[in-house]
Each structure stands twice: as structure tokens, then as C-alpha cells.
């Protein structure tokens, strides 16, 4: 079945940049999302991109998509404090509504 | 507009109790689906509901649990008896389109359960 992967740490300083990675198997995944989970809180929409995209910005937020690697990474300029979470990748395939959910990345900024 | 809410937040229980989680969607989302996330491990789908409907259940894991989603709006979660390895979160989700691509699910804050 679909598997998608992710690094389980990462740690950076405060105002430099993030750049979480996910890979996934199955190349007709149509919508490819990043959540973040913030400690003791649910699950927050950061940003999503469709298939047919190779880059999304949004204010601090990028996301690449590299179909030929199923590949997609989040990057998050400036780091700060407060994006320290766990961030999960998730995909989504034609036709259907259950999302592939990686391990989370807890990406952890250092002051 | 409220989001997905979940209760309870929390709940410690010994292993052979039951427990039961409630999941309230989004007004006038008919999807409504559970999700959860043992320890350290991925979030995993578990089933899918059309309004009172059980679209899709091939990620329950056994029948320890047991969902219902009585008219149609708030659905309950029970796991009957607890064992150890059902600790984790277990989130809510609800979506207002059924079974297209990219329909973008809003999950509540999760209900974190620890048997013991």
C-alpha cells in the first residue's frame, strides 16, 4: 500500500531556515498536505499543494513538490520558537478520501 | 463557526475498562471520519461516515471498537475492553464534499487515551 516518510528530528536556530522532508510510494497521489501539531494541541492545516504543482508560497511557508522523486518538502523561513511542533506530511489519491499520513518530523528550535 | 470538537480531551483507564470518545463535526459537514495515532507511529485512518453511514471501516483494527454515528451528527468512539496498545491520540475529522480528491478534512484537537 502507500507509504509516506518522514526524517523524525530536526533541530535549527532560531532565524535560520526548516526544511522538512516527506517521500511517498504512490505516484498518483493528488494532494499532497503538511500539518502541524503543536504539544497537547490537534492537528492544524499549515498548506497543501496539488499534483500538478511543483512550489507553493505562502508568507513564511514554501512547499516543493519533485513528482519525478515523489518527493515534497516544507520549507519555513525565519524560524521561530514557535514552530516548534511536530509537522506531518499527508497524501491523498485520486478517488478517495483517506489520507496517508507519515510519522511527523518534531522539528525543534533553538533559541 | 465552532470546528471539530472532541471529548474528552483526555482519559487515563485501566486496561479491561471501556471508554467511549465523542467526536461533535463541523455544522452541516455529512464526513465525518476517525483517525488515530499510536505512539510514535504515523496517523492512521480507521473509518469513514456519511452522515449516519459507515462509508468506508477497513481501518478499524478489531472489534474492540465499535463507531456510531446515531441521525447523523455526533458520532461516539467506544473501545471495548482497553488493551495497553490502544493508547495513543485518536482525532476527529470532518469534511463537507464526500470522496473527492483533495477535500480538505478539518480535524479536532484529538482525544488522547492512555490504558494502563
Known amino acids: 500500500g502507500e507509504d509516506v516518510e518522514q526524517s523524525l528530528f530536526l533541530s535549527v536556530r532560531e532565524g535560520d531556515s526548516s526544511v522538512i522532508n516527506c517521500t511517498y510510494t504512490?505516484?498518483?497521489?493528488?494532494?499532497l498536505y503538511w500539518y502541524k501539531q503543536e504539544p497537547g494541541a490537534g492537528l492544524q492545516l499549515l498548506t497543501y499543494?496539488?499534483?500538478?504543482?511543483d512550489m507553493k508560497q505562502d508568507q513564511r511557508l514554501t512547499v516543493l513538490l519533485n513528482k519525478k522523486d515523489k518527493h515534497l518538502s516544507l520549507r519555513i523561513a525565519d524560524t521561530q520558537t514557535g514552530d516548534s511542533a511536530i509537522y506531518f506530511c499527508?497524501?491523498?489519491?485520486?478517488?478517495?478520501?483517506?489520507?496517508?499520513f507519515g510519522t511527523g518530523t518534531r522539528l525543534k528550535v533553538l533559541a | 463557526e465552532a470546528g471539530v470538537t472532541q471529548f474528552p480531551s483526555h482519559s487515563v483507564i485501566e486496561k479491561g475498562q471501556t471508554v467511549t470518545l465523542r467526536c461533535d463535526p463541523i455544522?452541516?459537514?455529512?464526513?465525518l471520519y476517525w483517525y488515530r495515532r499510536v505512539m510514535g507511529k504515523e496517523i492512521k485512518f480507521l473509518l469513514h461516515?456519511?452522515?449516519?453511514?459507515?462509508?468506508?471501516e477497513s481501518g478499524m483494527p478489531n472489534n474492540r471498537f465499535l463507531a456510531e454515528r446515531t441521525g447523523g451528527t455526533y458520532s461516539t468512539l467506544k473501545v471495548q475492553p482497553a488493551e495497553l496498545e490502544d493508547s495513543g491520540v485518536y482525532f476527529c475529522?470532518?469534511?463537507?464534499?464526500?470522496?473527492?480528491?483533495?477535500?480538505?478534512?478539518?480535524f479536532g484537537e484529538g482525544s488522547w487515551l492512555t490504558v494502563v
Open positions: 475529522a470532518s469534511s463537507q464534499l464526500t470522496g473527492a480528491s483533495g477535500n480538505t478534512i478539518y
Open positions: 504512490d505516484s498518483s497521489s493528488t494532494y
Open positions: 499543494i496539488f499534483s500538478n504543482m
Open positions: 499527508a497524501v491523498v489519491g485520486p478517488g478517495t478520501y483517506k489520507y496517508i
Open positions: 455544522s452541516g459537514h455529512d464526513n
Open positions: 461516515f456519511v452522515k449516519e453511514s459507515k462509508q468506508d
